[in-house]
């Protein structure tokens, strides 16, 4: 995809077009799947959970980069990278739960025993 080969000018170009069609919630659309897509990636992969911020961080970089020179700063594309990134901290928050609601029954389950 061009955002993974950071192909700013290419992207300006798909945002003129897309601007010039009214299609901006579609591209809109495709660059928030992109961002929870490889994010998800970052967040949900626990053999890297000590570099996940670092990498969360450079990620968010690259985007504001591309949101800054592809995007001419659009408002509409600045909230749905935020509310990407958002996404991202709650499945990471959702899975912290979910591993601690599982140790507790796994912990009532043994003293039952």
């Known amino acids: 995809m061009l955002m993974d080969g950071n192909r700013i000018e290419d992207l ?14 579609s591209l809109r659309q495709a660059i928030s799947s992109y961002i929870r897509r490889t994010g998800q990636g970052i967040v949900m992969d626990e053999e890297k959970d000590k ?14 980069t591309t949101w800054e020179e592809s995007f001419a700063k659009n408002e509409a594309f600045s909230n749905t990278i935020k509310d990407a990134f958002e996404h991202l901290i709650n499945l990471r ?21």
């Open 51 to 64: 570099d996940m911020v670092q990498s969360l961080l450079e990620f968010k970089a690259a985007l504001d």
């Open 12 to 25: 300006q170009r798909m945002h003129l077009l897309f601007s010039r069609v009214n299609a901006l919630e």
């Open 93 to 113: 928050q959702v899975l912290t739960i979910l591993l601690w609601f599982c140790h507790i029954c796994w912990s009532v389950s043994i003293e039952k025993f």
